[in-house]
């Protein structure tokens, strides 16, 4: 049974504190993503890596932090720094093949909400 | 999303054809994706275009034309399931990243 795990399905934050996300997958890709959806709107980026011990920043970056130790995980850490954290969160991997076509998949999402 | 411009809403009649549109500033994006999201539900891959013309999936097809920042993702035969939200995400390869428009919310009816 392959793809991508988050968890955990729903979460909720109290005020002041720090909660972290989880992504997992079995697809061998080399990169991961993660993108923040409020209601009606788009996908916007958070943070994404390439290459495991390597991440950047995207659009929305600030009050989050990532790390990738493996080549499987990519946690999200939505610290107190955050002050509108509630939203739909969405972990995605994707490989570029040697065709030059990229195939990138999603996970079914974490929902955020502060108590 | 960032100079990607799609219709916010279409509505089409299950079994006709709908086409949705895509443009964005060309600069640095090498390839699009559609997806297809239902309510309360995370993205499903539908394609991914990198070379110009049109590409057939079945029921879907997708078309690029990168040199005027221009996609469309063709619906056909369509049915009442096919009411979601369509996301149009155009990519940058050097990157390793796509930048997401904020969806067209289709609606199909009887």
């Known amino acids: 049974d392959g793809g991508i795990t988050q968890s955990p399905k729903y979460l909720f934050r109290k005020e002041g504190q720090n909660v972290t996300l989880s992504c997992e997958q079995n697809?061998?890709?080399?990169?991961m993503y993660w993108y923040r959806q409020d209601p009606g709107q788009g996908l916007r980026l958070i943070y994404y890596s390439q290459i495991v011990n390597d991440f950047q920043k995207g659009d929305i970056a600030e009050g989050y932090s990532v790390s990738r130790e493996k080549k499987e995980s990519f946690p999200l850490t939505v610290t107190s720094a955050q002050k509108n954290p509630t939203a739909f969160y969405l972990c995605a991997s994707s490989i570029l093949n040697i065709q030059g076509n990229v195939i990138q998949y999603f996970g079914a999402g974490t929902r955020l909400s502060v108590l | 999303g960032q100079n990607i411009d799609q219709p916010t809403e279409m509505t089409a009649t299950e079994g006709a054809i709908v086409q949705i549109n895509c443009t964005y500033q060309?600069?640095?994006?090498?390839?699009l994706f559609w997806y297809q999201q239902h309510a309360g539900e995370a993205p499903t891959f539908l394609s991914y275009n990198v070379l110009d013309g049109l590409e057939e999936k079945g029921r879907f097809s997708s078309f690029l034309s990168r040199s005027k920042g221009y996609s469309y993702l063709l619906l056909k035969e369509l049915q009442m399931k096919d009411s979601a939200s369509y996301l149009c995400a155009p990519f940058r390869t050097n990157a390793g990243k796509s930048t997401f428009g904020d969806g067209t919310t289709l609606t199909v009816k009887p």
């Open positions: 697809l061998n890709h080399d990169a």
């Open positions: 060309t600069s640095g994006f090498n390839g």
